[in-house]
């Protein structure tokens, strides 16, 4: 059973740093493409950035939002997948969910974690 | 940036019911287009990906259809479980972009 858990949220002030984690199981992550997608609270859906898999060299893009602020990396080897968040702001407050793509002439979420509350405030 | 803008922003119907959500990009995305359910508190669902392809273990009552610029997404014969939020997702370019939501309440 495929299942993505999103740890390592909180409260935290302007300005400072939070590392996100998604532990990936029930399949091979190095096979995979993921995204994170956030959600602020009573908002819809917002794309933040993309790893690509070992086959493209672990490429990153990111949304102009968080570019030069957040980095998405993985570890393979520990199924994990993290967003690494510097100069954290006010507006960044969202429950942030990791999700799987899968190839199909495109790629295409097909599995969501449940997500991490990230709260900015002072 | 592709826009991509949902209508109508929330609806009401009845179990039984067909319903319809639009989704249209400001260029064309070609078929790159998902659509995601979402109920209060929990992650997003995928439903539709290539803009018409149901994913595994998705109902058969739900389609998807179009190409280009618009697109939509039916529920047919609209059960309980289906009162929940939609939203659609371009993948045609970066940044990815989603529609502003769907909410799909009961009468």
């Known amino acids: 059973e495929v299942q993505l858990v999103e740890s390592g949220g909180g409260l935290v002030q302007p300005g400072g740093s939070l590392r996100l984690s998604c532990a990936a199981s029930g399949f091979r992550l190095s096979d995979h493409y993921m995204d994170w997608v956030r959600q602020a609270p009573g908002k819809g859906l917002e794309w933040v950035g993309r790893?690509?898999?070992?086959?493209?060299?672990?490429?990153?893009e990111y949304a102009a939002s968080v570019r030069g602020r957040f980095t998405v990396s993985r570890d393979d080897s520990k199924s994990s997948v993290y967003l690494q968040m510097n100069s954290l702001k006010t507006e960044d407050t969202a429950v942030y969910h990791c999700?799987?793509?899968?190839?199909?002439?495109?790629?295409?979420?097909?599995?969501w974690g449940r997500g991490t509350l990230v709260t900015v405030s002072s | 940036d592709i826009q991509m803008t949902q209508s109508p922003s929330s609806l009401s119907a009845s179990v039984g019911d067909r319903v319809t959500i639009t989704c249209r990009a400001s260029?064309?995305?070609?078929?790159?287009l998902a659509w995601f359910q979402q109920k209060p508190g929990k992650a997003p669902k995928s439903l539709i990906y290539a803009a018409s392809s149901l994913q595994s273990g998705v109902p058969s009552r739900f389609s998807g259809s179009g190409s280009g610029t618009d697109f939509t997404l039916t529920i047919n014969k609209l059960q309980p479980e289906d009162f929940a939020t939609y939203y659609c997702q371009q993948h045609n370019s970066y940044p990815l972009t989603f529609g502003g939501g769907t909410r799909v309440e009961i009468k």
């Open positions: 790893t690509r898999n070992k086959r493209y060299n672990y490429t990153t």
């Open positions: 999700a799987r793509l899968l190839y199909s002439s495109g790629y295409y979420v097909d599995y």
């Open positions: 260029q064309g995305i070609s078929n790159y």
